[in-house]
C-alpha cells in the first residue's frame, strides 16, 4: 500500500464521530431505544470499533453488508432486503440476527426456514405517509413505491410468525415528522402491534443535527415502547457520521468560459455522486455561495461528463493551482459510494484521532479499477 496521503482522501474526524456517538448513546439511554448503524450510509470498519462501544448494532441492506457488520461491528446484526435471493439465504442466516421482509409473499418464502433458524423476523410496512418534499427517489413513501407492505396487501396470516414491524420513511428529518408517521402507522398497523417484540422504526432521523428535536423523539420511544410492551429500534445512518468527514482535494487548473471553474483532482460523478443524484450543493471550508465573497469559482471534477459540477463557491482571495480544497460533512454516503467512471482512482481513506494525528487507512491503485471489469 502507498503509505503516503495524497489528495484525494476522505479524511475521518474521531474527535466529531464521537460527539454524535455521545448523542445517540444519551438518546438511547433516556428513551431506552436501540440504535444501530446503518451501514448503507458508512462501512468504513476500521472505525467499527469506536461506534460499536456506542451503539447496540449494525444494518444491513444485503448480504456484504450483513457480512461484515457480523464480523467487523458485533452486537445484534439486522438484515433488509427488497427481496431476497434463494441462492444467497443461507448465507444470510449466518450473519443475521433479525431478518426484515418486505412482503408478506417473501415471508412465506423464508419466514419458516429463518425462524427454525433462531431469527427474529419482521415485516416491513409501508404507513403510506410522506413527510418529505421534492425527493421522490428518498421517498419511500412515494406513489407506487415497492418499499413495504401496505395496510391493503397486509395478510393477517402473518402475525402468527412475525416478532416485530419495520418502516423506514424519512430522510434528513426531524422528530416532528416521525410523530406524524407514527400516527399513520398507530392508525394503518396499531391493531396488530400488541403481542409483537420489537418495532424497528428505520433510519432518517437526523438526531445529531443541532436543530433537532431530540426531546420528541425520546417520547415518541418511550410511549410506543411502553403502550405497546415492546422493544424499539432506531437505524440511523446519517446521523451517525453527519458533519464528521471530510473530502480533501487539490486544484489542478482554472480555466474561463464565462465564469472561472477550477478543475479538481475529485469528481462528482465518482467520489461524491449524491451530489448529482440528490442533488445537493456540498459545503466547502471558508467559502461562500456564489458572489457572497470577492472571487467566484465553478468546482469541477476531473471526468469527461460535463454535468460533474459540485457547485459555485466564492473566496477572499482567488485560487491558485495546488491549492487545498476541502469538502465538509464528507463522510455519509460517500465511500459507500465511490466508482471508477473514466479510470478515475479512488480516494484514500484516512483518519484524525482524538490528539490531531492523522493516519493513513487505505490507498487504492490500478487494480481496483481494473479487477471488477
Ligand atoms: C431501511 C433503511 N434503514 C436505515 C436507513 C438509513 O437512513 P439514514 O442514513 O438517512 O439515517 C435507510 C436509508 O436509506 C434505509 O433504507
Known amino acids: 500500500m502507498n503509505n503516503k496521503i495524497r489528495t484525494p482522501y476522505f479524511l475521518v474526524d474521531e474527535k466529531k464521530l464521537i460527539e454524535n456517538l455521545e448523542i ?7 428513551s431506552g431505544a436501540k440504535i444501530l448503524l446503518a451501514q448503507k450510509a458508512f462501512s468504513m470498519y476500521s472505525v467499527y470499533p469506536i461506534i460499536s462501544k456506542y451503539l447496540y448494532g449494525s444494518t444491513a441492506s444485503g448480504i456484504y453488508e450483513a457480512r461484515l457488520g457480523a464480523e467487523e461491528f458485533g452486537g445484534e446484526t439486522h438484515v433488509f432486503s427488497p427481496a431476497y435471493r434463494a441462492d444467497e439465504f443461507d448465507e444470510i442466516l449466518k450473519y443475521a440476527d433479525h431478518i426484515v421482509f418486505n412482503s408478506c409473499k417473501q415471508i412465506e418464502k423464508y419466514g419458516k426456514k429463518a425462524k427454525d433458524c433462531g431469527k427474529s423476523i ?11 418534499e421534492g425527493h421522490e427517489i428518498y421517498d419511500p413513501c412515494s406513489f407506487g413505491s415497492r418499499l413495504g407492505t401496505t395496510i391493503s396487501n397486509f ?31 398507530e392508525e394503518k398497523f396499531g391493531k396488530y402491534i400488541k403481542g409483537l417484540k420489537w418495532l424497528n422504526l ?15 423523539l425520546i417520547n415518541i420511544v418511550k410511549y410506543l415502547r411502553e403502550k405497546y410492551n415492546v422493544e424499539v429500534y432506531l437505524e440511523p445512518g446519517e446521523a451517525v457520521v453527519l458533519n464528521s468527514g471530510y473530502l480533501v482535494s487539490e486544484v489542478l487548473e482554472i480555466v474561463n468560459n464565462g465564469i472561472d471553474i477550477a478543475i479538481l483532482d475529485t469528481s462528482a460523478a465518482c467520489h461524491m455522486p449524491d451530489v448529482i443524484e440528490m442533488p445537493y450543493r456540498p459545503p466547502v471550508k471558508d467559502s461562500g455561495k456564489s458572489n457572497e465573497k470577492k472571487y467566484t469559482y465553478r468546482f469541477a471534477g476531473g471526468t469527461c461528463l460535463a454535468g460533474d459540477i459540485m457547485g459555485d463557491y466564492s473566496f477572499d482571495n482567488p485560487l491558485k493551482e495546488g491549492d487545498t480544497i476541502i ?13 471508477t467512471f473514466n479510470g ?14 492523522i493516519q493513513l487507512i487505505k490507498s487504492f491503485d490500478y487494480n481496483d479499477f481494473k479487477c471488477r471489469l
Do not use: W
Open 327 to 339: 469538502f465538509e460533512d464528507m463522510a455519509l454516503y460517500t465511500m459507500v459510494k465511490t466508482n
Open 155 to 185: 395478510d393477517e396470516n402473518v402475525l402468527n410468525i412475525i416478532d416485530g414491524l419495520h418502516f423506514h420513511t424519512l430522510c434528513e428529518q426531524n422528530s416532528d415528522d416521525l410523530k406524524t408517521t407514527v400516527d399513520a402507522f
Open 344 to 357: 478515475m482512482p479512488l480516494p484514500q481513506i484516512a483518519f484524525k484521532n482524538i490528539n490531531g494525528e
Open 202 to 216: 428505520g433510519g432518517g432521523h437526523h438526531i445529531t443535527r443541532d436543530d433537532y428535536d431530540r426531546d420528541l
Open 24 to 30: 445517540l448513546k444519551y438518546v438511547s439511554e433516556k
Open 122 to 132: 419482521g415485516l416491513r410496512v409501508n404507513p403510506e405517509c410522506s413527510t418529505q
